[in-house]
């Protein structure tokens, strides 16, 4: 199989908080891959754009170190590093300030696509679009990316697009998901709209239930004032498992266009039901290896944040009617692990004795560790043991499928931001699409903060609180294990 790296067009990208944690963990190795790759012409310029008094070569070295940190060594090649830092210079710029505008004005070229990362806390967006403006560095084909978290609640949400919207047009505002930007979600669309087998059994007829499951091993320490203004709730089930909910949920859409397919995402979350406060439960992780629990990290010693989040929720549509999909997201986990398991339901009617040996199908779509898909099947146990049924993998690792090519396959970020330069929104959030997943949000944390809940405690390196056990059980199903 041979991978096709087709170049995007030439590009001025601007990193607004280039010097940030953001920009050097993934932005910038991200585009020394892509460039590495060919995707990235050699007439592009990367420009970082921040507060620290940085002249060229120190945002170069700057650079340099984070390719160093960043990217697997044996991807590391001097002479393209050279090659790749001689396309990045940097500007002095403060959002809120009036110099470095007309300094960054001069580094853009005509007849480029630009485009401007914001990477900066969300309470600079406004300034920086106005900015943009008023010093006429953005024009109407101009491109935004803007990172999460978009809002904390409706109105925040609302308030944040409206200030966008004075600016720029939504065909050209890039809301990031990285989660959408992930192979195997994409890979999920595929899956689902490009062949028959899925299709006819995609709904509540044939579909027990879903599981959506994103685990973490590290805990909040060194953001815990961020968290604590932030919880599960906000900082993964709004967007990333939302997002998630939605393409497992949507109905076909006419074409794989960037409004075609977010139209059906919307419809999804405004098909879903408020979720009722027995299927919610909330964990925070206490101490345990050594280590603080949330409490400790948070500078609050009495903090009523979630760093873990279960719920159970229900799609109000034809498609889905009585089917729930549950949700869990947690901190300080047993496994680094994040998967969709669609579990079908039992065949109408068994013809084999063997009702032990039985179990569901399951399609498990792993975004990590191990990126790919699995399909739970029953076969026949091999040899003379008589008709005994076993259930077995049909494993579709992209590692394995793809051998050499699979260390290619770009990260999200990386496909994200070739995305942003093709001027390709599919796999970026639409602003109706955010507020109408908060517009479900809210409800559900007022709920708990008019309650004055309390989050159940949890064993660090555990599966989550017992109550997260319950709300399965009580349906006579059960999570997963959760494996890295
Ligand atoms: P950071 O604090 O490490 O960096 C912030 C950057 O913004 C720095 O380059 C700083 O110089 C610049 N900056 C701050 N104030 C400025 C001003 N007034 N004018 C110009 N530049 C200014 O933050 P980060 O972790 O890189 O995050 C950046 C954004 O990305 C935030 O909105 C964050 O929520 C979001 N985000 C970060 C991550 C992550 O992994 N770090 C993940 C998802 C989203």
Same mark, same amino acid.
């Given at each position: 199989?041979?991978?096709?790296?087709?170049?995007?067009?030439?590009? /001025?990208?601007?990193?607004?908080? #280039?010097?940030?944690?953001?920009?050097?963990?993934?932005?910038?190795?991200?585009?020394?891959?892509?460039?590495?790759?060919?995707?990235?012409?050699?007439?592009?310029?990367?420009?970082?754009?921040?507060?620290?008094?940085?002249?060229?070569? =120190?945002?170069?070295?700057?650079?340099?170190?984070?390719?160093?940190?960043?990217?697997?060594?044996?991807?590391?090649?001097?002479?393209?590093?050279?090659?790749?830092?001689?396309?990045?210079?940097?500007?002095? @710029?403060?959002?809120?300030?009036?110099?470095?505008?007309?300094?960054?004005?001069? *580094?853009?070229?005509?007849?480029?696509?630009?485009?401007?990362?914001?990477?900066?806390?969300?309470?600079?967006? #406004?300034?920086?679009?106005?900015?943009?403006?008023?010093?006429?560095?953005?024009?109407?084909?101009?491109? @935004?990316?803007?990172?999460?978290?978009?809002?904390?609640?409706?109105?925040?949400?609302?308030?944040?697009?409206?200030?966008?919207?004075?600016?720029?047009?939504?065909?050209?505002?890039?809301?990031?998901?990285?989660?959408? #930007?992930?192979?195997?979600?994409?890979?999920?669309?595929?899956?689902?709209?490009?062949?028959?087998?899925?299709?006819?059994?995609?709904?509540?007829?044939?579909?027990?239930?879903?599981?959506?499951?994103?685990?973490?091993?590290?805990?909040?320490?060194?953001? =815990?004032?961020?968290? /604590?203004?932030?919880?599960?709730?906000?900082?993964?089930?709004?967007?990333?498992?939302?997002?998630?909910?939605?393409?497992?949920?949507?109905?076909?859409?006419?074409?794989?266009?960037?409004?075609?397919? *977010?139209?059906?995402?919307?419809k999804v979350i405004r098909a879903l039901d408020p979720v009722k406060p027995e299927d919610i439960v909330r964990g925070q992780y206490l101490p345990g290896g050594g280590q603080g629990g949330y409490v400790e990290h948070s500078e609050d010693p009495a903090s009523r944040t979630e760093s873990y989040i279960a719920l159970k929720c229900h799609i109000s549509n034809?498609?889905?009617?009585?089917?729930?999909?549950?949700?869990?997201?947690?901190?300080?986990?047993?496994a680094r692990a994040s998967e969709i398991a669609i579990t079908f339901k039992e065949p109408p009617h068994s013809i084999f004795d063997d009702a032990q040996g039985w179990r569901e199908n399951v399609l498990v779509i792993r975004l990590q560790p191990n990126e790919g898909m699995n399909l739970m099947m029953m076969i026949k146990e091999p040899g003379p043991g008589?008709?005994?049924?076993?259930?077995?993998?049909? /494993?579709?690792?992209?590692?394995?499928?793809?051998?050499?090519?699979?260390?290619?396959?770009?990260?999200?970020?990386?496909?994200?931001?070739?995305?942003?330069? *093709? #001027?390709?929104?599919?796999?970026?959030?639409?602003?109706?699409?955010?507020?109408?997943?908060?517009?479900?949000?809210?409800?559900?944390?007022?709920?708990?903060?008019?309650?004055?809940?309390?989050?159940?405690?949890?064993?660090?390196?555990?599966?989550?609180?017992?109550?997260?056990?319950?709300?399965?059980?009580?349906?006579?199903?059960?999570?997963?294990?959760?494996?890295?």
């Amino acid at each position: 199989m041979v991978s096709r790296v087709i170049p995007v067009d030439p590009f /001025d990208l601007v990193i607004f908080g #280039g010097t940030g944690d953001l920009a050097r963990r993934k932005i910038l190795p991200g585009l020394y891959r892509r460039f590495v790759a060919g995707q990235m012409p050699a007439d592009s310029r990367i420009i970082g754009a921040a507060r620290g008094e940085l002249d060229d070569a =120190g945002f170069q070295k700057m650079v340099a170190e984070a390719i160093a940190e960043f990217v697997p060594a044996e991807r590391q090649d001097k002479a393209a590093i050279k090659a790749f830092l001689e396309r990045v210079g940097y500007v002095s @710029i403060d959002a809120k300030g009036t110099g470095g505008w007309d300094a960054l004005k001069s *580094r853009m070229r005509e007849n480029v696509v630009r485009a401007f990362y914001f990477s900066v806390a969300p309470a600079l967006f #406004g300034d920086l679009a106005e900015r943009l403006h008023a010093h006429g560095i953005a024009d109407a084909w101009s491109r @935004i990316v803007v990172e999460k978290p978009f809002g904390r609640d409706l109105a925040s949400a609302k308030a944040l697009n409206a200030v966008l919207a004075e600016h720029f047009d939504e065909h050209q505002i890039y809301r990031i998901d990285h989660y959408l #930007g992930k192979e195997t979600v994409q890979n999920l669309m595929a899956v689902r709209f490009a062949n028959i087998l899925f299709e006819p059994l995609w709904k509540a007829e044939y579909i027990d239930h879903v599981q959506i499951t994103v685990a973490e091993t590290v805990g909040v320490e060194g953001r =815990g004032a961020y968290y /604590d203004k932030s919880g599960a709730m906000r900082d993964m089930v709004q967007n990333h498992l939302m997002q998630l909910l939605c393409l497992i949920a949507m109905e076909p859409p006419y074409h794989f266009d960037p409004d075609a397919v *977010r139209d059906e995402k919307l419809k999804v979350i405004r098909a879903l039901d408020p979720v009722k406060p027995e299927d919610i439960v909330r964990g925070q992780y206490l101490p345990g290896g050594g280590q603080g629990g949330y409490v400790e990290h948070s500078e609050d010693p009495a903090s009523r944040t979630e760093s873990y989040i279960a719920l159970k929720c229900h799609i109000s549509n034809w498609r889905w009617k009585n089917t729930p999909f549950y949700l869990r997201t947690g901190k300080r986990l047993r496994a680094r692990a994040s998967e969709i398991a669609i579990t079908f339901k039992e065949p109408p009617h068994s013809i084999f004795d063997d009702a032990q040996g039985w179990r569901e199908n399951v399609l498990v779509i792993r975004l990590q560790p191990n990126e790919g898909m699995n399909l739970m099947m029953m076969i026949k146990e091999p040899g003379p043991g008589g008709m005994r049924l076993m259930q077995v993998p049909l /494993d579709m690792s992209f590692a394995d499928a793809l051998g050499a090519e699979a260390e290619d396959i770009p990260d999200a970020y990386e496909r994200l931001i070739m995305d942003v330069i *093709r #001027g390709n929104q599919t796999l970026f959030m639409r602003g109706d699409e955010v507020e109408a997943a908060w517009a479900w949000a809210d409800p559900i944390i007022a709920g708990w903060e008019a309650r004055g809940d309390r989050p159940q405690g949890y064993d660090p390196g555990s599966s989550g609180p017992e109550d997260a056990l319950m709300l399965m059980h009580r349906d006579g199903r059960r999570w997963r294990e959760i494996k890295g």
